[in-house]
C-alpha cells in the first residue's frame, strides 16, 4: 500500500532562532503578506503610514471618510482578535504540522503551559479550521474512498480532497464524487460499495474488495487507502476519539499534510492559510 511521506519540518532549534520573540513572528508575517510593500486591506493602496506607537499597525490615507482606517499585520487571520501571543501561534502550527499522527489537545496544553484544556482546544480547532482548502477545486483523475463519514478523492502523485458527508448513503457520496472529480477525468476507480455506482458519465472502474480483489492490472485504490492510513493511525495514538462536530477540521489537518508532503516550506504555506 502506497504511504504517505511528508517533508521534514523546522527542528526545536531552528524555530526558537527565527522566532524568538512575538516581534519576530509579526516581521516574519509581514514579509510574507507583503514581499515588497504593505498594502491596504481594503483596496490595495500602497502609500501606508506606520503608526510609530504601535509597531506593525498602518493608517491608510486613502481611506480616510471622516476617520482614518488603521490596520495591523494580523488584519484578516486567524491570529486577529486573539488574546494569545503571535509567537504561541506560531509554535501551535509547527506542533501541528511536525506530528504526522496528529497532536492531541492534552500534549498541546502541557507542552505551551495554557491555563486551560478550553483555550488549547480552541487554539488547535481554529489552527485547523484555517488549514480547510478555500478552492474545492476539482481534480483532474483520481480514486474515491470512504471511511465512517467522511470522503476523499485523490489524484494520483498530486492531492487530495477529503469532505465530511452526511451520509454513506448513494444520493450522498455520488454527490461528493461529482463535485470533487472533474467528468474529463482519464479513469476513475472506486471500491464496490453502492454508493459509487450510477456514475455513468464517468469512465469507472470498481475493485472488488469483499472479494480479495485489491489489484486489477493497473486499477487500485491504493493511493486513496495510503491517504487513510496515517488518519487512523492519528485518531487511535493520538486523539483516541474524535467528535463528529469537529471532524472537519480533523481531516483538514491530515488533507494539508498530504497536500503539502513534499512542500520544503510547509510552515510558510500554513502561515499564508492562516
Known sequence: MAQAQFTRQLTISQFEELFPTDEACKA???SRRWPVSVRCPRYGNKSMYALKNLLFHWECPACRHGRAYRFSVMFGTTFENTTVGLRDWFRVIQMILTRKKGVATLELQRVM???SYRAAHYLCMR??????????????G?????????????????????RVVSSTDSASMQQFVREAVSTKVNLLVTDEHQGDWGLKDYPHKIVRHSAAEYLVGTVHTQTI??????IKRG????????????????VAEFEFHY????????????????
Not at 479550521?129 to 483532474?140: C, N, Q, T, Y
Not at 487507502?225 to 496515517?230: E, Q
Open 28 to 30: 516574519n508575517l509581514q
Open 113 to 115: 503551559s495554557f491555563g
Open 127 to 140: 489552527g485547523r479550521a484555517g488549514l480547510v482548502d478555500p478552492e474545492f477545486r476539482k481534480l483532474i
Open 142 to 162: 483520481g480514486g474515491v474512498g470512504y471511511k465512517d463519514i467522511f470522503m476523499g478523492a485523490v489524484e494520483r502523485k498530486s492531492t487530495v480532497v477529503a
Open 225 to 230: 487507502d495510503g491517504f487513510w492510513s496515517p
Open 235 to 250: 485518531i487511535m495514538g493520538a486523539y483516541h476519539k474524535i467528535s463528529a462536530k469537529y471532524l472537519t477540521f480533523y
Open 259 to 274: 497536500n503539502n508532503r513534499k512542500n520544503p516550506d510547509i510552515f510558510r504555506t500554513a502561515a499564508e492559510c492562516l
